[in-house]
């Protein structure tokens, strides 16, 4: 009878590499989380959440735009209610047309709010509200306020001109695109489809809210929307 004690279990080369493999991975794992975590760190925490907020227009390049989309909201009813105001400005896109024939562009109108509307002489609901944007430009048109009505006709260039003189218009500046560039560009981007459409637009350049369609701009509903605009 063999009364040597047991000889400790001798582990095979795959247990060995088991045991190795549980005894590092830990460190491995808790290295991959700290990494994650600066990284969140340097793209979200130094940035203040600046994904979210610049998403929802909190801040940036449209942020007094945003600020005042709540404030315009209850106010685009009864003749204006087709007014969509956008909860999240964005910035218009770079567009190009003339006044009075000589070149100009929407970036030159920052600092006031703009009613941009696009129309041409074939387009009958355009011709409709023709009146009433130049009775608003009238009763509201001053260094914070503007209409800027700009009319897309390709051919027959002469025509836009006369049919403005033949409805009396007189407050109304002359703006034109002939090529009809701004308003592709405008389609291209999803923002509009069909004439003619308006853009209420921030001191900042960018898009409070858009109406396709024809609408009494000279009305008491449109009228209070831009007053309460402006006084921002």
């Known amino acids: ?16 590499r088991a045991i190795a493999r549980r005894l590092i991975l830990p460190p491995l794992a808790f290295a991959a ?14 940035n203040g959440g600046g994904g979210k907020e610049a998403a929802s227009g909190g801040t940036g390049e449209c942020a007094a735009s945003a600020a005042l989309a709540p404030q315009l909201a209850p106010l685009a009813k009864g003749d204006i209610a087709a007014l969509a105001i956008d909860a999240q400005p964005k910035l218009m896109p770079a567009l190009g047309f ?3 024939g000589k070149p100009v562009d929407l970036a030159s109108f920052r600092g006031k709010i703009v009613l941009l509307n696009l129309w041409a002489t074939w ?4 011709r409709e509200e023709m ?15 503007s209409v800027v009505a700009v009319n897309i006709d390709t051919a027959r260039l002469e025509r836009p001109k006369g049919f403005l ?11 034109s695109d002939s090529s009809a560039k701004a308003f592709q560009t405008l389609q291209q981007s999803g923002k509009v489809v069909g004439l003619p ?7 900042d350049g960018c898009a409070l809210g858009v109406l ?17 605009a402006t006084q921002q």
């Open 33 to 46: 989380v700290a990494v994650v975590a600066v990284l969140w760190f340097v793209l979200y925490g130094m």
């Open 98 to 100: 003339a006044r009075d």
């Open 197 to 203: 459409t308006s853009f209420l637009l921030g001191r």
């Open 1 to 16: 009878m063999n009364d040597a004690p047991d000889s400790p279990p001798t582990a095979s080369p795959e247990q060995m």
């Open 212 to 228: 396709a369609g024809p609408a009494k701009w000279d009305g008491a509903d449109a009228l209070a929307l831009i007053k309460a």
């Open 165 to 175: 003189q033949e409805i009396g218009v007189k407050n109304l500046t002359f703006f």
């Open 123 to 126: 387009c009958v609901p355009c």
């Open 131 to 145: 009146p009433a944007l130049d009775r608003l430009q009238g009763i509201a048109g001053d260094k914070d306020f």
